[in-house]
């Protein structure tokens, strides 16, 4: 099974601030990686898919990149509504699995 | 636009059986890989179970095999997930998720519609 590690656990930065998470894979997962947001009581919505690749709607401050074993989502000012959770899920080998997820807190 | 909309979930014993509906609309089942998704409290989210598009081929997670099988109706474009000798460690809540590549081999694409999920509680 292809561990997934996030860290930070939790971020807290201002307005405006530069945040950046990171997701390593225990082993190759080429670049079959997505990164999901979770806001209380919804289900995920999907940012970036294929380790780069902005999804439909998700605006310009966020973006991805790597590959391999090392993934970086930054997100570039942050926004109030940023507030939440971040999973990366590999879809490269069964099982599926995801990271244990970065909190962001917006100060 | 592409929507999911599962139901079903409640309190069952240990022992018990429950299914799951995710309802979609705005695109056809039999176009796109499914899966469910859980959630335990307070934990990260856990893949539970696939189905190709075409219903060709079924993959779940060894905590679950044998005990809860995907499936789906492509005339009323719902699927759906048996769950069977429930446990307390299959409490969650219980995600349906679309895969975003149409007619694909499964798991080739992120999940790109999820559902509001469906709370499954076992406990006596």
């Known amino acids: 099974e292809i561990l997934l590690t996030q860290s930070p656990a939790t971020l807290s930065l201002s307005p405006g601030e530069r945040a950046t998470l990171s997701c390593r894979a225990s082993?190759?997962?080429?670049?079959?990686l997505a990164w999901y947001q979770q806001k209380p009581g919804q289900g995920p919505r999907l940012l970036i898919y294929?380790?780069?690749y902005r999804a439909t709607g998700i605006p310009a401050r966020f973006s991805g990149s790597g590959s391999g074993t090392d993934f970086t989502l930054t997100i570039t000012s942050l926004e109030p509504e940023d507030c939440a959770v971040y999973y990366c899920h590999q879809h490269n080998d069964w099982p599926l699995t995801f990271g244990g997820g970065t909190k962001v807190e917006i100060k | 636009q592409v929507q999911l909309v599962e139901s079903g979930g409640g309190v069952v014993q240990p022992g018990g059986s429950l299914r799951l509906s995710c309802a979609a609309s705005g695109f056809s089942l039999s176009n796109f890989a499914m899966h469910w998704v859980r959630q335990a409290p307070g934990k990260r989210l856990e893949w539970v179970a696939s189905?190709?598009?075409?219903?060709?081929?079924?993959y779940y997670a060894d905590s679950v095999k044998g005990r809860l099988t995907i499936s789906s109706d492509i005339s009323k474009n719902t699927l759906y997930l048996q769950m069977n000798s429930l446990i307390a460690e299959d409490t969650a809540v219980y995600y349906c998720a679309k895969e975003k590549s149409p007619r694909a081999n499964t798991a080739t694409s992120a999940f790109d519609s999820w559902g509001q999920g469906t709370l499954v509680t076992v406990s006596s």
């Open positions: 082993q190759s997962v080429s670049r079959y």
């Open positions: 294929d380790a780069s």
């Open positions: 189905i190709r598009f075409d219903g060709a081929n079924k």
